[in-house]
Each structure stands twice: as structure tokens, then as C-alpha cells.
């Protein structure tokens, strides 16, 4: 019995030193801060399943830093139920307010109607929700997915100057809004112009391996030389077709023009090396948009408004190599 | 209570429990906050009453690996009757509690007749329950019934700005409903039987198709229910909802003093395993600069610990088990 009593505690402590370390400087900084008068904002994220959204997290830490705001970042691991979980801790702990980047549309009204109660802004990040109360939230900041679309069909239109164009699209994930809005955007950007027409689209579900299998096939169905561009609704698709293009000896870039979306490193390497023309950002900045509106909406209550948008800015290759380098250690 | 083999595990997981508490605590004494207490209760309602499920399944000397499916598929198959279908929500709760029930019944008589592995059959179940699911729709459904507003309305209200919802209600009733159940009525008494030696319970008479039908029925039954618990929680439907949430229930089983050879364990500690996976998810977002995964470091440590503690118990305690 004795023996059990010796091995329970020794488990006992064991157990509670890994269970709670000593982080008592954090938090007598974060109490620091506040003292100070800044901001304690909690961020509630996804989780870290692409290089986008590592981006969006490193930059949402560094932007609060530079504001002085003490910024509580919690995971989610790709669950709703840790993101309400954190918006409850959040609350609980008393946050002046919530950045939110909901893993799915739905079922954000009770957590969120607990924010509203204790007065609590909550800012939706990069995503909208579905709610039949819009008070429940103060604004969302998210880019523009038609526009980004459009940005990519215009810039087409304007490099052709009028020159017949065969284009085959590779899209996104079938049944997301995204690309959707990708598609409509694109469309509406190559309305004006009777030369451009897509004559191919099929899916490439974001990846890169899907993406060159696509081209893969278009390079095959169509006659040689047919296809004047190429449009992807993401870069990592783009990379994949590169790849397609130069294995069926032809040359990305000039022979076939490529447009794609998000602005990731490797296509701004793609574009310095000639194999791509241009990409349009997907801003992985959201988070410092939503710092300057509530930073105004506590200071004299400034009511943001519902929706802010973030540019949907066009690069080309000639600044490709400094934006690589800009670039490289945030994804 | 007397300290011995069968209940140090347990208070081991309690004392645990205490400490990780007490030291939160004084770094964030908000933390003591009744708000914090609601909470704790109601974030992890579905994952109480998942363990709830779990108990009795390992006590037995199962696994059930399905139960995270069958709660995710409940949550559609509830958007899907109640908005698409335009069912009142307590006869949706009803069709799926019955269905939750004849499912377990099935894989539990798949298991017993089969003599297939637990592991496996479960495996199938899961597989079908989250296909199904997927199948209903891969959208997420918003629930906007008003009866789904008065049920999450329903509260008790705590001091400090706190409240016990009701599905956190719900959780504490299950387990009571299970403690009781397991602990003071004669199927209790079998699933013990059939947990600590499975043929030597089949020789003493005790009907183990029955006990085995019966176990895997109230685990998916309860899965059924925490799949309600989740709908009310996010008044939604997602077929991807509780991804992986077997594994915690069993860890929290686990950590609860249950020892996964069967047999052994009880309810109370499973109640306090699942609070202790909350307490630290709710530390690391306090905390705020540390990444959430640690929680899962940290539960894997527990475990690894817990396990180790049982196995010298088991050490210990073999030889008073021959001689008495």
C-alpha cells in the first residue's frame, strides 16, 4: 500500500508540472499592458493547415505587437468546438475584443450572443458567417473573391490587345463559394472582350498534383498550339500546370500566358524565372484592418462598416524576385 | 473511501484534477469564476456524455471507435429532419435516439456473433456512420427552430455572469444515469464480469451476447445524444463535426482510473478525465501564446503516466488477487 502511495504521487506531480508550466512572466507582461491602456484582443484561427494561414497568424502576432496590443492566439485544430470553447475562455477572461476566422459558416449565433452580452466586438477574419443576426458581429474583413477573379480577367484582356484567345480554366474544390466567386469574377473580367473565350474548365481541387494532371489532359484534348492562356484559381494549381506545360515541351509564360490567385511565394519564383505572368493577392494581412477599425470604434465609437474589404492587387514578374524575398519567411 | 487498488487509480485522476486546478488558478484567478465552471461543463458536454458511452464499452473490454462518426452524423441527420423535412425537433431527437440504439445494438451483435474484433467492427461502423453522414450533405446546415432557441435558453444561472446550460445538464444526468446503472443494478455487475474475463463469464452463466448487445447499444445511443447535445450547442449540422473525438473520450476514460483491459474502473473518473482535457484547453487559451496542440502533449503525458500507474497497481496487486 505504501509502495502505491509513493508511485501515486510521484505520477501526481508528473502529472501537474505538465499540466501547468510556470508562464507567470506572460502574464504579468499581458497585465502590464493593460495597465498601459492597449488593447487585450483574442484571435480565434482555424488552425495551420496551409502556409496562407500560418501567414495570416505570424502576421496578426507582429501587426499587434507593433500596435502595443496584447494579442491571445488559440488554434483550433480545424474544430468549431475548440473555436467556441476559445470564444468562451475569451470571454471569460474579459478581452476588450474577438478577431474570429470561422472554420464553417453555421452555428456561431449562441457564442457569439454571449460576446454581444458582455460587449465584447468580434470581428470576423477572412471568412463570412451565416447568421440571421448581423448585430451579432461588428464588421468582417475579407477580401473580395469576385473581384479577385475580375482583377485576373481584365488583366488578360488588356496583355492580349485584341488577339484571339483560347482559355482553359483549372478550378478550385467543386461546391465551395470561393471558386464560385473565382469562376463569376473571371468571367465577368473577359465579358467585354468577344476574342477571349474559355474553352475548357475543369477541377483541380487546389493542389498541385491535381493541377498538372488537368493541364495534363487540356494539353492533350486540345489541337497543339490551340490554347493561348491558362487560368487557375489558385497558385499551387499554376505551379502543377507549369510543370505540365514544360514536360509537353511547351513554354509556360509565352506560349501559353498564366494568370492564377493568391500570391504565394513559389509563383512569384515562377514569375522571376518567366514561367508565369501574373498572380493577384489574396492578402494573408487581414488581421491589421480589423486592429484600425477597433481601434477607432473604442476610442469614440466609430461604427465600421459591415463588410471591409481587402485589395485585390495585381503583381507581374517585374517585381516578382523582390516580392519573393519579401515574402519567403512568412509562409 | 478505502484506498485500494480498484479505487487509487481514481484518486489519483482526482488529486490530478485538484492540482492542475489550484495551479490555474493562481496564475489566472479569473479562472475560479463561476463563468469558467459553466463553461468547462458546457464546452465539453458532448465529450461527458461520449465517455459516459465509453465507460461502459471499456469496462467490458471493448473499443468503440464509432462513436465520433455516429455524433457527427447525428447532427446532420437532425439539420436535415428538422429544417429539410420540417420535423418538430423532439421527434427528430427521439428518431435518432432509437436509431443511435439499434445501430449499437447491431455492431454489438456483429461483434459478439462475428467474434470479430471490437477494433475492426467499430472501425466499419465509423466508417459507415461518417459516409452516411457526408452522404446527407457536406454543407453545414444552420438549425433555426425556435424550439432549438428555447432549449439553449435554458439555464441555470451561476453567480458572476455564468450559466449551466442545459446540455451541460444533460451531460451530469448522463452520468448519473450511467453511474447508477453501472454501479448498482445486476447488468453492471455483467459488464464487469465480461471486462475482467470474458470466458469465465460465459461459464458462470451470465449471458454475454445480451451484456455485449447491451453495451455497445448505450454507447451509441449515447453518441446519438451527444450528437443532439452538439446540435443544440452550434444549433447546426456538420458531417465533418467530432472528427477524432473517439480518441478523447477514450482518453478521458483512460485518465478516469478505467483500465483498458476491461474490468476495472468507474464512471465518477471518467466525468473528471473530460474536465481535465477542458482545464487544460481552457489554461492554453488563457495563456494565449502557447500553441493549442500542447494540449494534446499534454494529455498524451497523463496517459502515458495513467498507464503506468495501472500497471504497477496491477503489479502490486497480483498477488492478494490469487491468494483472496
Known sequence: ?331 | MRINARTLPFLATLGVFILLYAVCAIQYPSMLSARVIGNLLTDNAFLGVLAVGMTFVILSGGIDLSVGAVMGFTTVALAVMIEGAGLHPLVSFAIVLVGGAAFGCGVGAAIHWLKAPPFIVTLTAMFLARGAALLLSTDSIPVRHEFYQTLSDLSLSLPGGGRLGLIAMLMLLAFVVGGVLLHFTRAGLRVYALGGNARFAGLMGIDTARTTILVYGVSSTMAALAGIIFSLYTRSGYALTGVGVELDAIAAVVIGGTLLSGGVGGMAGSLIGVLIQGLILTWITFDGSLSSWWTKIAIGMLLFIFIGLQRLILQFSAPTGRTG
Open chain 1, 1 to 331: 500500500m505504501k509502495a502505491f502511495a509513493k508511485y501515486g504521487a510521484v505520477a501526481l506531480m508528473l502529472a501537474a508540472m505538465t499540466g501547468c508550466g510556470d508562464k507567470g512572466g506572460a502574464d504579468k507582461a499581458a497585465d502590464a499592458g493593460k495597465t498601459a491602456g492597449a488593447l487585450t484582443i483574442g484571435f480565434s484561427q482555424i488552425g495551420s493547415e496551409s502556409g496562407w494561414r500560418a501567414a495570416e497568424t505570424k502576421l496578426a502576432k507582429s501587426e499587434a505587437e507593433k500596435r502595443g496590443i496584447t494579442l491571445k492566439v488559440s488554434d483550433a485544430q480545424q474544430q468549431q468546438a475548440n473555436q467556441i470553447k476559445a470564444i468562451r475562455s475569451f470571454i471569460a477572461q474579459g478581452v476588450d475584443a474577438i478577431l474570429l476566422a470561422p472554420v464553417i459558416s453555421s452555428g456561431w449565433d449562441e457564442v457569439l450572443g454571449e460576446a454581444k452580452a458582455a460587449n465584447i466586438p468580434v470581428v470576423l477574419l477572412d471568412r463570412q458567417i451565416d447568421t440571421a443576426d448581423a448585430s451579432l458581429y461588428l464588421s468582417a474583413v475579407t477580401s473580395d473573391t469576385v473581384e479577385e477573379g475580375r482583377v485576373a480577367g481584365r488583366w488578360l484582356v488588356s496583355t492580349l490587345a485584341g488577339r484571339d484567345c483560347r482559355v482553359v480554366e483549372i478550378q478550385g474544390t467543386i461546391g465551395a463559394s470561393l471558386v464560385a466567386n473565382r469562376k463569376k469574377g473571371f468571367e465577368e473580367g473577359i465579358s467585354t472582350a468577344a476574342n477571349v473565350q474559355i474553352v475548357r474548365t475543369q477541377s483541380g481541387e487546389f493542389t498541385r498534383a491535381k493541377g498538372k494532371e488537368v493541364m495534363e489532359g487540356f494539353i492533350k484534348a486540345e489541337a497543339p498550339g490551340s490554347i493561348c492562356a491558362v487560368y487557375a484559381h489558385n497558385d499551387d494549381m499554376m505551379i502543377g500546370a507549369i510543370q505540365a506545360m514544360k514536360e509537353a515541351g511547351l513554354k509556360p509564360g509565352s506560349d501559353i500566358l498564366a494568370v492564377s490567385i493568391d500570391a504565394v511565394p513559389d509563383i512569384f519564383k515562377a514569375m522571376a524565372d518567366g514561367d508565369a505572368n501574373a498572380t493577384v493577392e489574396l492578402t494573408p494581412d487581414m488581421a491589421s484592418r480589423a486592429y484600425d477599425l477597433l481601434a477607432a470604434y473604442k476610442k469614440d465609437g466609430t461604427q465600421p462598416p459591415k463588410w471591409v474589404q481587402t485589395p485585390s492587387t495585381l503583381y507581374l514578374p517585374d517585381t516578382a524576385a523582390a516580392e519573393y524575398e519579401r515574402r519567403k519567411d512568412l509562409y
